[in-house]
Nanobody
Framework: VQLQAFGGGLVQPGGSLRLSCTPS????????LGWYRQRPGQQRELVAG????????QYEDSVKGRASISREYWKNTVSLQLTNLKPEDTAVYFC??????????WGQGTLVTVSS
């Protein structure tokens, strides 16, 4: 499984950005696709995830109301829109897929820095 992640970079506090992830093969091959992040000195945590074959989505508490994950089937992509970014959102963001049974695969990570 290979995952291509797009987006990230330097954003000012209060700004927004969009992260996109395209897996190898078809998006329909996977059960869940989403994003984790690892903030400096902290463990990796789930940011948002969505079921590919249904509607359930999941968000980490600190991004609820500021994050929206969407399935773009026609582009074979899942995107995460983050708004009202805060310095504590600074992290390396990792796209992931669940190929079934909880087996996760990861992309290489993209750095998001929120700073003025």
């Amino acid at each position: 499984v290979q995952l291509q992640a797009f987006g990230g970079g330097l954003v000012q506090p209060g700004g927004s950005l969009r992260l996109s992830c395209t897996p190898s093969g078809s998006i329909y091959d996977y059960t869940v696709l989403g994003w984790y992040r690892q903030r400096p000195g902290q463990q990796r945590e789930l940011v948002a995830g969505c079921a590919i074959h249904g509607s359930p989505t999941q968000y980490e508490d600190s991004v609820k109301g500021r994050a929206s994950i969407s399935r773009e089937y026609w582009k074979n992509t899942v995107s995460l829109q983050l708004t009202n970014l805060k310095p504590e959102d600074t992290a390396v963001y990792f796209c992931y897929v669940d190929v079934g049974g909880g087996e996760l695969h990861w992309g290489q990570g993209t750095l998001v820095t929120v700073s003025s």
